[in-house]
Structures are given as C-alpha cells and as structure tokens.
T-cell receptor
Framework: AQSVTQLGSHVSVSEGALVLLRCNYSSSVPPYLFWYVQYPNQGLQLLLKYTTGATLVKGINGFEAEFKKSETSFHLTKPSAHMSDAAEYFCAVIITNKLIFGTGTLLAVQP | NAGVTQTPKFRILKIGQSMTLQCTQDMNHNYMYWYRQDPGMGLKLIYYSVGAGITDKGEVPNGYNVSRSTTEDFPLRLELAAPSQTSVYFC?????????????FGSGTRLTVV
C-alpha cells in the first residue's frame, strides 16, 4: 500500500509564481513528515520537517508546508518561484520506523 | 564533518559481475540505510541496519546483500548484477528511525549494468 502520494510528477511554474507541490499520506498514527529536494546529479537535502507542535513549518529557501491532519496532507508551498528552485522534490514519511518516500515531483521554472 | 560518504560515484558493470558499494558515516549514527532511486519511482528502501551486526530487509532486497561490522560502515553487495539493478543508489544514516532531524544522505552511486 502506498503510504505517501505525490500528485503530479511534473509541475511547471513561471518565475515569480506560486509553487504548490502536493503530498498526501496514509497513516493510522501521527507521522513525522519531511520534504527533501534533489538538484540534478546530487543527493537529497532536507527542506523542512514536521514532527510535533506548530502545523505550519518553515524550511530553507523560502519554502513552507502545512500539516493538515483532517486532510492527511503536507503540501509544500513557496510564494514566489526562482529559477534556482528547479529540482525534484520528494515528500517522505516515517512509518513503522522506516522513511518512506513518495515518487517525487519534478519542478520546472520558466523564465 | 564528512557526513555520509559513498564510493564509487559511477560504475558500469557487465551482467553477472559483482561489486560492493561502499558507505561510511562519521556521525556515530546507529541506523544506516540503502535506497535505490529509479525515474518516476522515488526512493525504495533496500536494506537497513539498526547497529553493528544487525541488518534487515527493506522493500526491495532481492539481489542484494549487506553487512554491518562497524558503526561507521554499511557496504551493499551485488553478487550477480542484472540490468534491473541499473539505478542510483543512496546510503543514509540517522540516530534512530524516528529521528526528527531527518536522515543524512550520501551523494549517491550511479550504477549501470550492461
């Protein structure tokens, strides 16, 4: 069973536009949630995480995500896209002591 | 701090050959993991280890073996390489699986089996 679902394998936005990358999870207990970014030919870098407490979490490079338990979602947003944001983004969740990844969303930023 | 170091960065293998992907971490993390990344599939967990001498299977363990003789090292072994093992392999480590600091990843090994 898929524990993490990322809607949209490819997302394209214009520079300066809002970035919205969607992530839904399935878990019977409150999970730890993460967003990672992967730039071309590089490893994974942690963008932000939710564990407990405030449901709106801020990460690096102006990204933020909101944990919505009622919607089992953890969508990633950025108010204004930069060309340097072009990368692949992975949502991940820790379930049964394993870090499980979504299939990724490739973000393209058009000038 | 070097973090998680993987070698080699690139490798081409012929079908049936064997090789070991090396992974070393210097953060004294108990837990270490091997993932493979395929286009459109995200990252799949191959094997993980909870400490020296203890390993367990992940989602896609077939065709691979691991060992953990020290806290620092977690090598991944391919015994009989197959084209289906063409992938990018990432090693990661953490203090514990639910570590709210997240996992630290290596820079990856790109393997092609021809």
């Amino acid at each position: 069973a898929q524990s993490v679902t990322q809607l949209g394998s490819h997302v394209s936005v214009s520079e300066g536009a809002l970035v919205l990358l969607r992530c839904n999870y399935s878990s019977s207990v409150p999970p730890y949630l993460f967003w990672y970014v992967q730039y071309p030919n590089q490893g994974l870098q942690l963008l932000l995480k939710y564990t407990t407490g405030a449901t709106l979490v801020k990460g690096i490079n102006g990204f933020e995500a909101e944990f919505k338990k009622s919607e089992t979602s953890f969508h990633l947003t950025k108010p204004s896209a930069h060309m340097s944001d072009a990368a692949e983004y992975f949502c991940a969740v820790i379930i049964t002591n394993k870090l499980i990844f979504g299939t990724g969303t490739l973000l393209a930023v058009q000038p | 701090n070097a973090g998680v170091t993987q070698t080699p960065k690139f490798r081409i293998l012929k079908i049936g050959q064997s090789m070991t992907l090396q992974c070393t971490q210097d953060m004294n993390h108990n837990y270490m993991y091997w993932y493979r990344q395929d286009p459109g599939m995200g990252l799949k967990l191959i094997y993980y280890s909870v400490g020296a001498g203890i390993t367990d299977k992940g989602e896609v363990p077939n065709g691979y073996n691991v060992s953990r003789s020290t806290t620092e090292d977690f090598p991944l072994r391919l015994e009989l390489a197959a084209p289906s093992q063409t992938s990018v392999y990432f090693c990661a480590s953490s203090y514990w699986p639910g570590d709210e600091l997240g996992y630290t990843f290596g820079s990856g090994t790109r393997l092609t089996v021809v």
